[in-house]
């Protein structure tokens, strides 16, 4: 019997290096996988769900394509939430984290296969991370003083980020979208007061922002089209009870002049209803729920606009946006909270009637109509547009910028290698590999672009070791090429997360030497 069994049958466990062979293998796998995603030239995924009703997405965001998969391997697991942190810390770079978490571990294993120990190993990366995010600092450039600069940089940073996504051949136009929403916001990173409607129809160049609010609905008949100085109640509670239901509901009465005696009644609550509203002296109405023919008419004739059954998102931000609250009883009118703002008014887009709130109350609000071929399209364009407008808002906070384009890569690596010389003993080993590390990632986007990845990276190299350089690849002409001229910017921040989370990750994979797995539950037979 022996030591063995501690474990229950069917447990199954994995010792040193075979265990470590099953994490790296794992993550490697995940990494190669959304490795031709990365860069302006990166391909697309298609994902089909196995679920009722195979839903496609085309995506090539690092984070939704890892979140759709079912992953067995616990090491790749580990990949997959980094990538879901980063695209909640910072937006973007969810692909650039994952595949240098991936290299970082190809370089380790060939360590660990040298037997060089795994904890060494993880200093040496530590110290490297550490002088590799040194390096990018020293060479940060922040013009959050000078506004004309500032905002170019903003525009060249969401040209940067939107040209790998389905938004490239129209860029210059959707960075200006994002570049406006966010500087609306003036400083805060509260993405909800952007709202994205998508209307399938015309180009993706159709798309356009609009200052105020869009809600998608239609405006109800023989009512205002159009109101000035708004005070809306914003509310969610039932309209829907001015006759009497037939079904589920039991009423017995002697004759049918009965029957009509309730449904007065019920009138008569329904109006009393109408009238509680009305006195909170509003002119506009927005219910959640279902409005009947009785009340609309009783609003119609007061000249209140009502609104019915809008969605719960665009509820939500309409007393977000307006500044009132949601209301579900109206007996005492002066604590409820009234949204305001200068305009209602019913507008077209493609062939859809929608009600715009303009002059709104939070000045920062504002809504982005998307346009677009189909809904896959407008999908992915709001992902693309999604990770922009985090990006932006990061950057208006933390206004540090660096260029792009594989340049960071070159400089981050030119100095950890530097550090590597100076570096007595084995970890001199983990830390040149590190930069091997970083190197991979410039030369994925050159390989993505189908470009020659060797010679570019060699010649980047021999520029970097000139001082001030802003050398990177330029995948359009397929050369290298001057980042500077070519308004090539990344956000620092988003950088910085990538460096700091793919270290972290590789060394919480190095740390594994045991991998054990449960035994699956049993079925009892039922009698």
Same mark, same amino acid.
């Given at each position: 019997?022996?030591?063995?069994?501690?474990?229950?049958?069917?447990?199954?466990?994995?010792?040193?290096?075979?265990?470590?062979?099953?994490?790296?293998?794992?993550?490697?796998?995940?990494?190669?996988?959304?490795?031709?995603?990365?860069?302006?030239?990166?391909?697309?995924?298609?994902?089909?769900?196995?679920?009722?009703?195979?839903?496609?997405?085309?995506?090539?965001?690092?984070?939704?394509?890892?979140?759709?998969?079912?992953?067995?391997?616990?090491?790749?697991?580990?990949?997959?939430?980094?990538?879901?942190?980063?695209?909640?810390?910072?937006?973007?770079?969810?692909?650039?984290?994952?595949?240098?978490?991936?290299?970082?571990?190809?370089?380790?294993?060939?360590?660990?296969?040298?037997?060089?120990?795994?904890?060494?190993?993880?200093?040496?990366?530590?110290?490297?991370?550490?002088?590799?995010?040194?390096?990018?600092?020293?060479?940060?450039?922040?013009?959050?003083?000078?506004?004309?600069?500032?905002?170019?940089?903003?525009?060249?940073?969401?040209?940067?980020?939107?040209?790998?996504?389905?938004?490239?051949?129209?860029?210059?136009?959707?960075?200006?979208?994002?570049?406006?929403?966010?500087?609306? &916001? =003036?400083? !805060?990173?509260?993405? *909800?007061?952007?709202?994205?409607? #998508? $209307?399938? /129809?015309?180009? &993706? =160049?159709? !798309?356009?922002?609009? *200052?105020?609010?869009?809600?998608? #609905? $239609?405006? /109800?008949?023989?009512?205002?089209?159009?109101?000035?100085?708004?005070?809306?109640?914003?509310?969610?509670?039932?309209?829907?009870?001015?006759?009497?239901?037939?079904?589920?509901?039991?009423?017995?009465?002697?004759?049918?002049?009965?029957?009509?005696?309730?449904?007065?009644?019920?009138?008569?609550?329904?109006?009393?209803?109408?009238?509680?509203?009305?006195?909170?002296?509003?002119?506009?109405?927005?219910?959640?729920?279902?409005?009947?023919?009785?009340?609309?008419?009783?609003?119609?004739?007061?000249?209140?606009?009502?609104?019915?059954?809008?969605?719960?998102?665009?509820?939500?931000?309409?007393?977000?946006?307006?500044?009132?609250?949601?209301?579900?009883?109206?007996?005492?009118?002066?604590?409820?909270?009234?949204?305001?703002?200068?305009?209602?008014?019913?507008?077209?887009?493609?062939?859809?009637?929608?009600?715009?709130?303009?002059?709104?109350?939070?000045?920062?609000?504002?809504?982005?109509?998307?346009?677009?071929?189909?809904?896959?399209?407008?999908?992915?364009?709001?992902?693309?547009?999604?990770?922009?407008?985090?990006?932006?808002?990061?950057?208006?906070?933390?206004?540090?910028?660096?260029?792009?384009?594989?340049?960071?890569?070159?400089?981050?690596?030119?100095?950890?290698?530097?550090?590597?010389?100076?570096?007595?003993?084995?970890?001199?080993?983990?830390?040149?590999?590190?930069?091997?590390?970083?190197?991979?990632?410039?030369?994925?986007?050159?390989?993505?672009?189908?470009?020659?990845?060797?010679?570019?990276?060699?010649?980047?190299?021999?520029?970097?070791?000139?001082?001030?350089?802003?050398?990177?690849?330029?995948?359009?002409?397929?050369?290298?090429?001057?980042?500077?001229?070519?308004?090539?910017?990344?956000?620092?921040?988003?950088?910085?997360?990538?460096?700091?989370?793919?270290?972290?990750?590789?060394?919480?994979?190095?740390?594994?030497?045991?991998?054990?797995?449960?035994?699956?539950?049993?079925?009892?037979?039922?009698?």
């Amino acid at each position: 019997m022996g030591v063995d069994r501690i474990l229950k049958d069917e447990a199954s466990e994995e010792k040193g290096e075979r265990a470590r062979m099953a994490s790296f293998v794992g993550a490697m796998a995940i990494a190669d996988l959304v490795k031709t995603t990365l860069g302006p030239k990166g391909m697309d995924k298609i994902l089909q769900s196995t679920g009722r009703g195979r839903e496609v997405t085309v995506t090539n965001d690092g984070a939704t394509i890892l979140k759709s998969l079912h992953i067995d391997n616990p090491a790749a697991k580990v990949l997959v939430d980094i990538s879901k942190v980063q695209d909640d810390e910072v937006g973007d770079g969810t692909t650039s984290v994952v595949v240098l978490a991936g290299e970082l571990l190809r370089e380790a294993e060939k360590l660990v296969t040298a037997k060089v120990h795994p904890m060494t190993i993880i200093s040496g990366f530590r110290m490297a991370a550490e002088c590799a995010r040194n390096a990018l600092l020293q060479k940060v450039v922040d013009n959050k003083a000078d506004a004309e600069k500032f905002r170019s940089d903003l525009m060249n940073i969401a040209v940067t980020t939107l040209s790998s996504k389905i938004l490239y051949q129209d860029k210059e136009h959707f960075a200006n979208l994002a570049v406006d929403a966010v500087l609306r &916001l =003036k400083g !805060s990173t509260n993405l *909800e007061s952007i709202q994205i409607i #998508k $209307k399938p /129809g015309g180009s &993706l =160049k159709d !798309s356009f922002l609009d *200052e105020g609010f869009i809600l998608d #609905k $239609k405006i /109800g008949i023989g009512q205002p089209k159009c109101i000035e100085d708004a005070k809306i109640l914003v509310a969610n509670t039932a309209m829907d009870t001015d006759k009497v239901k037939i079904y589920g509901a039991r009423v017995r009465v002697d004759s049918m002049s009965r029957v009509a005696e309730i449904e007065e009644a019920e009138k008569e609550k329904m109006r009393e209803k109408v009238q509680k509203i009305i006195a909170h002296g509003i002119n506009c109405f927005v219910n959640r729920q279902l409005i009947y023919n009785f009340p609309e008419e009783l609003f119609a004739d007061a000249g209140i606009l009502a609104i019915e059954h809008a969605d719960f998102d665009g509820i939500e931000r309409l007393a977000l946006v307006t500044g009132g609250e949601i209301a579900s009883t109206f007996d005492n009118p002066e604590s409820v909270k009234l949204g305001h703002c200068k305009l209602i008014e019913e507008i077209m887009i493609g062939d859809d009637k929608l009600i715009h709130f303009s002059g709104v109350a939070m000045g920062q609000a504002c809504t982005i109509v998307l346009r677009g071929a189909s809904h896959h399209v407008l999908d992915e364009a709001e992902r693309s547009l999604h990770d922009a407008l985090c990006v932006l808002s990061q950057t208006v906070n933390d206004s540090r910028v660096l260029l792009g384009g594989g340049w960071p890569e070159m400089v981050m690596a030119r100095e950890v290698d530097e550090l590597a010389r100076k570096t007595p003993g084995k970890k001199s080993l983990a830390i040149e590999a590190f930069s091997r590390a970083l190197l991979a990632i410039p030369t994925i986007i050159a390989d993505n672009a189908g470009l020659d990845s060797a010679e570019l990276i060699s010649q980047l190299r021999a520029e970097h070791h000139k001082e001030g350089c802003n050398a990177g690849i330029d995948v359009i002409s397929g050369s290298v090429g001057d980042m500077a001229e070519l308004g090539i910017s990344e956000s620092f921040k988003v950088k910085q997360a990538v460096l700091l989370s793919a270290t972290e990750a590789a060394e919480m994979i190095l740390r594994v030497d045991q991998i054990i797995t449960c035994a699956p539950r049993k079925r009892e037979d039922r009698m």
